[in-house]
């Protein structure tokens, strides 16, 4: 019970991240945290303008050298600096970013809850509908009455993406006072109204399929993670698979990206390490004493995850599977002494 009490709480822990997260991204640009301001032209970043010198140089108050050190302390270096973390960062832990902050993942989680509770099904294009009883004994029935509230929330998303977006790009207060007010110029009311429409046939229709082929931000974390044999990754043990037989593949209805975590790191080329996998497994080994098949592994566990698909190396053996999340938690219950 101690590894479902972990696994539940890690669970909670990335809900915070991802709800704070999303507050975030909704209010950086009234707050001035982040934003590229066009009519400006040129970024803001808490509260000051962030610009590359090159007015100056143009107006002749500047000399070449001035603009050669602004582009270089506030244009390259920042940018290496962003670029080059995300990528070690990816290269170590996949898309973790992905799974744990992205306020897009984080619609794409809340619409499949509501979609099940309607359909069964997580997407509209999942071939089998979900049995009703979660891992953690939970049931969820399908009801058709949920229809209006999943086309709801998808619609309110859509358009608060569009509102969050076009604050990015203009005034914050501009935009919210012109909603307010109802004084929209011609080109705002365009772009509301298209990306709002896009969002929500992507919300309702194409979420997963964006997520995993869309994406570059999501593309380029995964080539770089696909880059690192020894990578964390979802290790199962395949030594024990005959326990798998009564689960009704639990692993895979919990995945919001309907992947098969049980497979190679090759097929889980759109993992987004959010772990609701091993939370399920958790919850449906929670009674065996060797505890959960399903884990994050890194180091030279992961190598049978990467390798396994060309027949180079035998399943792990139990002493090489570790518990590697990124937060530290306890080993799993596998790989305590028996």
Avoid at 114 to 122: F, L, N, P, T, V
Avoid at 149 to 165: D, K, N, P
């Amino acid at each position: 019970m101690n590894r479902v009490a972990d696994v539940t709480r890690l669970q909670r822990r990335r809900l915070g991240l991802q709800v704070g997260f999303f507050i975030l991204f909704v209010l950086a640009p009234v707050l001035d945290i982040f934003r590229i301001d066009l009519n400006l032209k040129h970024l803001i970043f808490f509260g000051h303008d962030w610009t590359l010198g090159l007015d100056g140089f143009l107006a002749g108050r500047t000399g070449i050298a001035d603009v050669a050190l602004n582009l270089l302390l506030r244009g390259f270096i920042p940018l290496a600096a962003v670029i080059g973390g995300g990528v070690w960062l990816s290269w170590k832990y996949g898309r973790l970013y992905c799974g744990w902050l992205c306020p897009h993942f984080s619609v794409v989680e809340i619409l499949n809850r509501w979609m099940r509770r309607a359909s069964a099904k997580q997407s509209l294009w999942d071939r089998r509908t979900i049995p009703p009883r979660d891992p953690d004994g939970a049931v969820v029935r399908a009801d058709p009455r949920y229809w209006p509230l999943v086309v709801a929330l998808a619609i309110f998303f859509a358009g608060l993406w569009a509102v969050t977006l076009l604050t990015y790009l203009l005034p914050p207060s501009e935009i919210y006072r012109n909603l307010w007010q109802g004084t929209l110029t011609r080109n705002q009311q365009i772009f509301l109204t298209v990306a709002t429409l896009v969002f929500s046939v992507e919300f309702l229709f194409a979420r997963h399929l964006f997520c995993r082929f869309g994406c570059a931000v999501g593309l380029f974390q995964s080539l770089a993670w696909m880059a690192n044999r020894q990578a964390m990754v979802i290790g199962f043990d395949r030594r024990r698979a005959n326990h798998c037989t009564g689960c009704a593949s639990a692993c895979e209805h919990v995945c919001p990206m309907r992947l098969k975590p049980r497979t190679i790191k090759r097929a889980m080329f759109a993992c987004t390490q959010c772990g609701r996998c091993t939370t399920a497994c958790a919850h449906v080994q929670a009674d065996h004493p060797a505890g959960t098949l399903l884990q994050w592994v890194r180091g030279a566990a992961a190598l049978d995850q990467t390798g396994r698909d060309f027949g180079l190396r035998p399943a792990p053996l139990a002493r090489h599977v570790t518990d590697a999340s990124p937060l530290g938690h306890s080993r799993l219950a596998a790989n305590r002494k028996r």
